[in-house]
């Protein structure tokens, strides 16, 4: 390993003021305003990833529904009665396959 010149890194005498870096690039200081206008962004954008997340799942759970047979037709499934239904179906049809 080569020896680092005296002065550089973190090795530093203790008690020595450490000298302030530059920021470069995306890392600059942002003012409190622009703060909470990012923040509120990022806030805004993540409750619609989660919106759109919830509706495409509502939207299989509705798919899995149609192709589930349930005998009174106009009742509707909450989510996990439709996934342990759906479980217990595969496992009848795959056991009704295997007796076969």
């Known amino acids: 390993m ?6 550089s890194g973190d090795s530093a005498e ?8 530059r920021r470069r690039g995306r ?16 806030r805004v954008k993540a409750n619609d990833r989660e919106r759109n997340r919830m509706h495409h799942l509502n939207a299989a759970l509705d798919e899995l529904r ?12 909450t989510k996990i009665e439709t996934l342990r239904f759906a479980y217990n179906y595969i496992w009848a049809l795959s056991e009704t396959l295997r007796l076969a």
Request: glycine share 4%; net charge positive; hydrophobic share 30%.
């Open 2 to 7: 080569p020896a680092e010149a005296p002065g």
């Open 66 to 77: 149609s192709v589930l047979p349930t005998f009174p037709d106009d009742t509707k499934l």
């Open 27 to 42: 890392a600059r200081a942002r003012t409190e305003a622009l703060l909470h206008t990012l923040k509120r962004s990022r």
């Open 14 to 21: 203790p008690g020595a003021p450490r000298e302030r870096r």
